[in-house]
């Protein structure tokens, strides 16, 4: 019963990391089909403010997003069932979204997970917070000195290079700021919701 809890409790990041590795090997055209265009999206093609974080155009790139949601995973995902994780990605990965679309209009496009990585982190340390003090306010402290470093210095030139594309720091301060708000209603809605395992 315990192991099937437990695989249970997996599913939701080895669903999201099959899909974002099937959109992958879909080729171009289905990247271009989802990932988020403003001039698109505002042309009536909604969805792409949802599927745009799954959208990976290299392996690097695709392996280092596989790698954070693993790290996220190991770190809080005990402390939510996986339906709350699912509502926590929409809420997160909209409110990203969204907020691109209003307060960065001159970005047109964006590809990749990173951004609804930092909301995730972000989330997950608040949620976790009452029953994981330590570790959840090490994560927001180190959290808050990258986003501060990628407002100061920008993106790494290095790894732009090896992702083949611009690292877009608005798109992690969004996220971040979408997760730490989900997170806060997350919790207050779940109060009392036990870990799965």
């Known amino acids: 019963m315990q192991r ?11 669903g999201a990391g099959l899909m974002m590795v099937a959109v992958f090997l879909s080729g171009a055209g289905v990247a271009d089909a ?7 999206v505002l042309g009536g093609e909604w969805w792409r403010l949802l599927t745009g974080h799954w959208v990976h155009r290299s392996g690097y790139h695709l392996a280092l997003n596989l790698a ?12 939510l069932q996986g339906r709350h994780w699912l509502v926590l990605t929409f ?56 986003l501060a470093a990628e407002a100061w210095f920008g993106g790494s030139a290095q790894m732009e290079a090896l992702l083949g594309q611009p690292v877009l720091a608005e798109s992690h301060w ?24």
């Open 68 to 79: 954070g949601l693993v790290l996220v995973w190991h770190l809080f995902g005990e402390f």
């Open 174 to 197: 969004c996220g971040a700021i979408a997760g730490l708000l989900g997170g806060c209603i997350l919790a207050i809605w779940s109060r009392g919701v036990q870990p799965t395992d």
């Open 4 to 14: 099937r809890a437990r695989l249970f409790s997996c599913a939701f990041p080895l």
């Open 91 to 146: 809420l997160v990965a909209l409110g990203q979204s969204v907020s691109l679309m209003f307060v960065y209009s001159d970005i047109l496009w964006f590809e990749g997970l990173s951004g609804l990585l930092h909301g995730l982190l972000a989330a997950g340390a608040v949620i976790a917070f009452s029953r994981a003090p330590v570790v959840s306010g090490l994560v927001l402290a180190v959290l808050a000195f990258k």
């Open 34 to 40: 989802l990932m988020y265009h403003r001039p698109s």
